[in-house]
C-alpha cells in the first residue's frame, strides 16, 4: 500500500491537478501564444515592483481582444479561479503579485491609443498604453496628459487607474481621479461596465470614483478616456537648499499658506540627494539638510510673478540658497534627479521597500525625525523623497532580501513608518496602493466597521471575492492576530481589550 502524500505534496498535487484543469479551460478560449503555465514562462510574472513578495500563478493569459477578455473573465468565474489584472508590473506594494491558485491577466497588448480629441480635449486609449506616450501622442496637438508617475515611461493607464497614480506635478493638476472622464472594462462574470462619460457628470452615484483605486478588486479595465490639457508657454524650477530639515518642512506649508500652488513642490533629503546626484549628475546641492523642487508653469508674466513670489517665501523660510532654472534643458535636469530617486536608491543596496504614506504638511519634519530614530532602532538605512506639497511619503528603505532577518526588519521599519503617519493626523497610502504591503497597517487605519463597508462595496461587483482577492481590505480576524485595530477616539487597542 503506498503511503498518504504528505500535505506538502498533497499541495503540489491539488496545485498541479487544478493548473492542468484551468489550461485546459482557458485553451479553449485563447489561442496557443495567448497562454503561459510553464514555470519558466509565468516566472517573470511573480512580483510587481515590490520584489519581496512573490508567487507563481496557474496560468498567465495574454488577450489580445475584448472578447478574449470577455472569454478568460467567464471561464476563471465558471471555474471558481481567482483573477488579478496586470499592465506593466511596475507597482510597489504588491497589487499585481499573483494568486497562486489562480490567472493573471495581462493587458499588456490592449496598447493601442484609440482617439485624440484637441476639440473636447480628450483621450481614448486601450489600458496597457504607457502613461508618457499618451503626452506623446498629444504633443502635435499642444497637449498633454497631466499626472505622471516617477515610472511614466513603463506604466500603464490601467495600472494608474487602479492605484489612483499622482506624480509630481499633482499638487497643481490632480492624480488620476481628476484626470479621468471615463473607464471600460469587464466585471468577473464578463458583463461589460461602463463607468463615467465625456460629459461634466455622468447620472447616478460616482462610481468612477469608487471604481479608480480600486487596485483591480472590482472589475477589469480595458479602455479609458483621459483629460488632456494644453501645454504651458513656459515652465521653470527653483532649486531651494535648506540646512536643516525643519526649516525645509515649515517652507512647504508657507509656500502654500502663500496662496501658492506650484505645479511641482518635491523634498528630498540629504542621503537621497547625494544617491541621485551621483546617478545622474543633476546640479543638486550636496551640502544641504534638504533641498526643495518648486515648479512654476504657465504664461511667462504668470511665472516670473510667481517665481518671485515663491522665492521670497523660500527666503523668509530659510533657503540657504535659491537657484531659478534658466532655460528648459536646466528645468529638465533638475527634475531628472527627482524623476530616478528609485532606481539610484537601488544602486545602493540589493533591495528597498518604498513606503507610501500621507501626513498633514505642518508634520513633515516631525515625520522625518521620527524615520531617522526608527533608522537606528531597525539598523537599516532609508532615504526620503516626496511629494512635500500634499505630504505624500516615499521613504525608500534599503535592505537584502536574501537575509530573512533584514526583511523582517524593513517589514517592521515600513509598519512604523505608517503608522506613525496615522497618529500624525495621514493615512498609509497615497498613491501607491494598499496590495499586500499594507494590509496590517490598514487595522489601523480603519475600523472593523469601516472595513466591512468597503468589502461590502466590492462583494457589490464581485460577490464570489474571486478578482485580487486577499489584498487591500484586512478581515477582523487578520487585525486580530496583528494584535492592533482602530476603534471609536482614534486609539489603537489590542483585541483582548474591551471593543465597541
Known amino acids: ?25 482557458l485553451l479553449a478560449v485563447l489561442p496557443a501564444h495567448a497562454l503561459l503555465w510553464q514555470s519558466e514562462d509565468t516566472t517573470p510574472y511573480e512580483c510587481d515592483g515590490l520584489t519581496a513578495y512573490r508567487q507563481r500563478p496557474l496560468a498567465v493569459a495574454l488577450p489580445e481582444t475584448e472578447a478574449q477578455v470577455q472569454a478568460v473573465l467567464k471561464t476563471c468565474h465558471a471555474l471558481g479561479v481567482p483573477v488579478v489584472a496586470r499592465g506593466a508590473g511596475t507597482g510597489l506594494s504588491g497589487g499585481a503579485m499573483p494568486h497562486a491558485l489562480g490567472v493573471t491577466l495581462s493587458l499588456a497588448k490592449f496598447n493601442q491609443i484609440l482617439k485624440i480629441d484637441p476639440a473636447s480635449r480628450t483621450a481614448v ?71 463615467g462619460s465625456q460629459a461634466l457628470d455622468a447620472p447616478g452615484y460616482d462610481l468612477l470614483s469608487v471604481f479608480i483605486g480600486s487596485e483591480g478588486m472590482l472589475a477589469v479595465t480595458v479602455e479609458v478616456t483621459v483629460r488632456l490639457i494644453p501645454k504651458p508657454q513656459l515652465a521653470r524650477c527653483i532649486m531651494a537648499s535648506f540646512d536643516d530639515m525643519r526649516k525645509a518642512g515649515d517652507a512647504v506649508a508657507a509656500v502654500i499658506a502663500a496662496g501658492i500652488i506650484p505645479a511641482g513642490l518635491e523634498m528630498m533629503d540629504q542621503p537621497m540627494t547625494a544617491a541621485v546626484e551621483d546617478f545622474v549628475h543633476a546640479g543638486y546641492d550636496l551640502s544641504a539638510a534638504a533641498i526643495l523642487l518648486c515648479e512654476s508653469d504657465g504664461t511667462p508674466e504668470e511665472v516670473e510673478e510667481e517665481i518671485g513670489r515663491m522665492s521670497e517665501v523660500l527666503r523668509r523660510a530659510g533657503a540657504t540658497a535659491i537657484a531659478v532654472s534658466r532655460d528648459e534643458a536646466e528645468r529638465l535636469k533638475y527634475w531628472s534627479g527627482r524623476k530616478n530617486a528609485f532606481p539610484a536608491s537601488g544602486r545602493l543596496a540589493p533591495d528597498y521597500m518604498c513606503m507610501d ?67 500624525m493626523g495621514g493615512t498609509v497610502t497615497g498613491e501607491h496602493g494598499v496590495g499586500v504591503e499594507k494590509l496590517n497597517s490598514m487595522c489601523v487605519q480603519f475600523s472593523p466597521e469601516e472595513n466591512a463597508q468597503m468589502l461590502g462595496v466590492k462583494r457589490a461587483f464581485d460577490p464570489g471575492s474571486l478578482l485580487n482577492p486577499g489584498k487591500v481590505i484586512p478581515t477582523h480576524n487578520r487585525c486580530a492576530e496583528y494584535g492592533k485595530m482602530l476603534v471609536r477616539g482614534g486609539k489603537i487597542s489590542h483585541p483582548d481589550l474591551p471593543r465597541f
Open 1 to 25: 500500500m503506498n503511503a498518504p502524500a504528505s500535505a506538502p505534496q498533497a499541495d503540489t498535487l491539488q496545485r498541479a491537478e487544478r493548473q492542468s484543469q484551468v489550461v485546459r479551460a
Open 125 to 195: 486609449v486601450q489600458a496597457g498604453v504607457r502613461n508618457l506616450a499618451i503626452s506623446e501622442a498629444a504633443a502635435p496637438y499642444g497637449m498633454y496628459y497631466a499626472p505622471d508617475p516617477s515610472s511614466q515611461i513603463a506604466c500603464t493607464i490601467g495600472g494608474n487607474v487602479a492605484e489612483n497614480s499622482g506624480g509630481v506635478h499633482c499638487l497643481k493638476y490632480g492624480l488620476t481621479v481628476h484626470n479621468v472622464l471615463k473607464v471600460r472594462g469587464y466585471t468577473i462574470e464578463g458583463e461589460p461596465l461602463e463607468l
Open 357 to 423: 504614506s500621507t501626513i498633514p504638511r505642518k508634520r513633515l519634519a516631525d515625520i522625518l525625525e521620527a524615520i531617522q530614530k526608527m533608522e537606528q532602532k531597525y539598523g537599516l538605512k532609508c532615504l526620503n523623497v516626496f511629494h512635500a506639497g500634499d505630504g505624500n511619503l516615499h521613504p525608500l528603505i534599503l535592505f537584502d532580501a536574501n537575509d530573512p532577518d533584514q526583511l523582517h526588519r524593513c517589514e517592521l521599519f515600513g509598519a512604523d513608518i505608517l503608522e506613525t503617519s496615522v497618529a
